[in-house]
């Protein structure tokens, strides 16, 4: 079944200790992104992929750090985390983009993660 | 910046029709997509606008003015199943900006 999974789907940490959201997807999509959810603020990206060892900057990617060592997996790492980035945290992933296009946008289940 | 707005919420009866606006305002456009989101669950695809006009796809049509800056989803026929948060992304360069979603309610 074509899927992006995501783990853990729920955690609760306390600040500063560092942690790891996974995220892999078996379609050999090239393209991966990382979103937060918050209410009133709808998904906001975080960072995003276009392939391997390629990563960019969305719109708020402070406190947050990616990799893209494999295709199929785009960790997020949360070096120290902070109250403010208790949320709601997705993975997606599209086919190869076209004409600068993301593609549609499959999306992992959710981690929705707390920090106190 | 990016700006998109859509409105917060919505009510309509079950079998109605209801139309969902999204203005926006951003540095770049390469096109426009609509997401489904129910409660606790993922963003689901419903369309993507590229070029400027109407596409249909079922009960959901979509309608992009790119000189505008303008977009709606149109349900039609509503069901009850059709209640959730309506999301309005613009793609710009593979970065995607979604609006705060617009959350239907189907009454019955």
């Known amino acids: 079944e074509a899927q992006v999974t995501q783990n853990p789907r729920y955690l609760i940490t306390v600040t500063g200790k560092k942690l790891t959201v996974t995220c892999s997807q078996n379609?050999?999509?090239?393209?991966m992104s990382w979103y937060r959810q918050d209410p009133g603020l709808g998904l906001r990206q975080i960072y995003y992929?276009?392939?391997?060892?390629?990563?960019d900057k969305g719109d708020v990617p402070e406190g947050y750090k990616v990799s893209r060592k494999e295709k199929r997996n785009f960790p997020l790492i949360l070096e120290s985390p902070s109250p403010n980035q208790t949320s709601l945290y997705f993975c997606?992933?599209?086919?190869?983009?076209?004409?600068?296009?993301?593609?549609?946008?499959?999306f992992g289940e959710g981690s929705r993660l707390t920090v106190l | 910046g990016q700006n998109i707005d859509q409105p917060t919420e919505m009510t309509a009866t079950e079998g109605a029709i209801v139309q969902i606006n999204c203005t926006y305002q951003?540095?770049?456009?390469?096109?426009l997509f609509w997401y489904q989101q129910h409660a606790g669950e993922a963003p689901t695809f419903l369309s993507y606008?590229?070029?400027?006009g109407l596409e249909e796809k079922g009960r959901f049509s979509s309608f992009l003015s790119r000189s505008k800056g303008y977009s709606y989803l149109l349900l039609k026929e509503l069901q009850m199943k059709d209640s959730a948060s309506y999301l309005c992304?613009?793609?710009?360069?593979?970065?995607?900006?979604f609006g705060a979603g617009t959350t239907v309610t189907v009454r019955a």
């Open positions: 992304a613009v793609d710009n360069d593979y970065k995607l900006s």
């Open positions: 606008n590229v070029l400027d």
């Open positions: 951003t540095s770049g456009f390469n096109g």
């Open positions: 997606a992933s599209s086919p190869p983009p076209q004409n600068k296009n993301t593609g549609e946008l499959f």
């Open positions: 379609m050999n999509h090239e393209y």
């Open positions: 992929s276009m392939n391997v060892e390629v990563t």
